[in-house]
């Protein structure tokens, strides 16, 4: 080795240079990837005040986005470090070179920024990159995710649409159902109905073996007039194919909802034969909550059922003017029927199960990619807390719907009866890209149970096995005298 006072020879200069090089290419790697998890603010937003206590952080939001708790609105997320990317050192000058001229360059922020990209190689860098920075599970199903997206943005695409399809396809391999590309009809649609621009045809939507079927036909609606009845598999809307066991009952919804007025084709499946129908969406008013009274053999008094069909920021008011007419009838027991019922707004579900817990009773506790904790407990004693209560569910219960029931079942407030529930216990965002591209619908958050059971892909196990193909306004003809003797 050379004294290091004395000049270098031409030689020993140019490794000097490889050597510099190779270290500033390794270090502009980690800020490079880096960069991708904390360039672009996280979303957030504040959960509705409820009678609970969550712990909740707010930050502003950098565009126009819609962000979903369990298909609602509702999402808590807080930054992470990415992974970090190892570069192996380079052994000449001409590859250090070209490496320093790509990582060196400064990390786009706005899909805008990626100067050299053509608009589709944009349009995949953003939907990348809002993915890498929010997705709960940080092996992105344990794959190089990285290296996807050098491999997609390595092709050439001839138009949008196949630069669409390529996010669809990697979006896919994650193997979440749930996080996937909206195109822009379909992302308007979603914010059209939250913000109550669109309108319906007065049906509810499940899933059973990966199918959307029709979990309920609100009476009077366009559908209920039409014909449409429950259990219908819905095969099409308006030419879009749904049997392919991917989509979801929010992709149908969307594609259902639309201006006051129009037309909408529907294609069901019944009883192995297909049948088509032609909508005028209305205006559609949902009664989520109803009640009535019902007499069971055997019982030494008279039994309150209130059907939940879904969850709102007023369900639980709603259940609580429920349960005081019935106390008022004279019942000794409670049935919450909560079959079909898809979830809703969390807090809805939440303040609900709190109407029959004492103070200081978790409730659930909600997870983010970091693994930070959200957890949220009664305040105060509920409305009724010594009433025998059962809840009687399905495989069609899901997210809001099976929190609550995981909470007055772990709590030891009530019996669960029926079948094992749906299993969908992750929470979305649904975040705009540029350029009227559409959206990307992410999986940020998971629930865990009061006893911290996760309940996704699982779903809740009940008490009481029984069958659930009772009429919906006769939910005690699926409970045997079983059921009703473990109170």
Known sequence: MRHPSKPLSPRWRIVAIIMATASAVHH?????????????PSAFSTLPSTSLQPTVRTVPKPRRQLDVLSATKNAIETPSPSKKLSTKLLSTVLTVSIAATTLLSPLPSHSSDYGSFTP????????????????????????????MRQDALSKKYKNMDQARD??????????????????????DSIVNAATGNVFGVGIELATNNDRVIIGDVEASGPAFKEGIKPND?????????????KATPDDVASAIRGPEGSKV???????????????????????SVKSYVSDKS???????????????????????????????????????????????????????????????????????????????????????????????????????????????????RAIVAGE????????????????????????????????HNDINKRGVTVDVSTGVDCAKDDALACL????????
């Open 28 to 40: 502009s790697t980690f800020y490079y990837v880096q960069g991708f998890a904390f360039h672009s």
């Open 166 to 187: 390529e996010v669809d396809r990697m979006l896919g391999t994650l193997g979440d159902r749930y996080t996937r590309y909206l195109s822009p009809s379909k992302y």
């Open 298 to 412: 055997g019982l030494d008094g008279k039994v309150g059922v209130i059907r939940i069909k879904s969850f709102s920021g007023t369900t639980a008011d709603t259940v609580k003017s429920a349960l005081e007419d019935l106390k008022k009838k004279g019942v000794k027991y409670y049935v919450l029927d909560l079959r079909g019922n898809p979830g809703g707004l969390l807090p809805g579900g939440v303040d609900t199960a709190s109407l029959f817990l004492d103070a200081n009773k978790p409730v659930v506790f909600v997870v983010n990619k970091s693994g930070v904790v959200d957890s949220q407990a009664t305040l105060s004693d509920g409305f009724d807390l010594e009433t025998p209560l059962i809840l009687l569910v399905d495989h069609n219960t899901a997210s809001a719907a099976e929190v609550m029931t995981a909470a007055l079942q772990e709590n030891g």
């Open 420 to 451: 094992q529930t749906f299993g969908k216990g992750i929470v979305q965002t649904i975040r705009q890209l540029d350029d009227n591209n559409g959206g990307v619908a992410v999986t940020i958050a998971r629930y865990e149970t009061p006893k």
């Open 480 to 487: 045997p005298k079983e059921a009703f003797r473990k109170l």
């Open 233 to 245: 598999v819905v095969v099409r809307v308006d030419g879009v194919q749904f049997d392919d066991g």
């Open 120 to 147: 589709e190689q944009r349009f995949i860098a953003e939907a990348w990159r809002v993915v890498d920075n929010s997705y709960l599970d940080r092996t992105f199903n344990h794959q190089n995710w990285f290296q």
């Open 265 to 287: 084709g529907m294609t069901v499946e019944r009883d192995g034969k297909i049948v088509d129908f032609i909508l005028t969406r209305e205006p559609i008013k949902i009664t």
